[in-house]
């Protein structure tokens, strides 16, 4: 059963309640807003999983409201409802931010399907930024695919060695917190390494020569003196 929260931003009574009751009946929680400061307010305090945003309200328009959202920190996925049907009021609506775009008057099953497929790949590509971890260091971009096992720094494929990943992929996963030489000797190679810890300092010193932009000063692999090292987001 679905149990996602949409928000309906909608100056219509009739067609807000329509709208409402057409997803709670598909399982979906659903509340309504009616002006544009109300839904930035709402959105801000508990961010939808989807907003159904139409186009003409009174003060802030949709367009506006679209604009304000996209500038905030977090994706939200935004489905237009207007009565314009003009294919350049749906490339303005869609260059300012919205995903997807469905003119009134619309059947139910019409606006079901478009919000099962919104938010069905707003949920593929979530999972897809679980497994890809991003950083930035100023100007420096760092890529780390944990499931394609794959580095990219600056949009430039990396080349490590499997232990190299394995332990980059371990602090990465982690940032911020401090790993001392065992515990990576443990995790990354195995009990029978235990003792060895200078293995670490060497895949250490080689996966900054690979990864940051400068070895001698890193950004991204610190060392904590006389403990071991952690990942600085």
């Known amino acids: 059963m679905a149990s996602e929260h949409i928000l309906i931003v909608e100056d219509d009574p009739a067609i807000a309640a329509f709208v409402q009751t057409a997803l709670e009946r598909e399982g979906y929680t659903a509340e309504i807003a009616s002006r544009g400061d109300q839904a930035l307010a709402r959105a801000a305090a508990r961010p939808p999983d989807l907003i159904l945003l139409d186009w003409m309200l009174p ?3 949709g367009l506006q409201i679209c604009q304000a959202i996209r500038k905030g920190s977090g994706y939200i996925p935004i489905i237009m409802l207007t009565a314009k049907d003009d294919d350049v009021d749906k490339i303005v609506g869609l260059e300012v931010g919205a995903d997807d775009y469905i003119t009134k008057p619309f059947k139910v099953r019409e606006l079901l399907a ?5 938010l ?12 890809t971890l991003h950083f930035a260091a100023g100007e420096f971009r760092l890529e780390v695919d944990l499931d ?5 720094l600056q949009g430039q494929p990396v080349s490590l060695t499997p232990k190299e990943f394995d332990l980059l992929a371990l602090l990465a996963s982690n940032p911020g917190r401090v790993f001392g030489r065992e ?3 443990e995790k990354v190679w195995g009990f029978e390494y235990i003792g060895e810890s200078r293995t670490v300092d060497v895949h250490m010193q ?6 940051e932009p400068d070895p001698r000063q890193p950004v991204f ?6 403990i071991g090292y952690k990942f600085e987001r």
């Open 114 to 118: 478009r919000v099962h497929a919104i």
């Open 148 to 152: 394609g096992r794959t580095v990219t």
């Open 120 to 131: 069905r790949l707003a949920q593929h590509a979530a999972d897809a930024a679980i497994h």
């Open 59 to 61: 003060g802030m328009d």
């Open 221 to 226: 692999l610190m060392t904590v003196r006389n």
């Open 183 to 185: 515990t990576l000797l």
């Open 206 to 211: 080689r996966l900054r020569q690979k990864i």
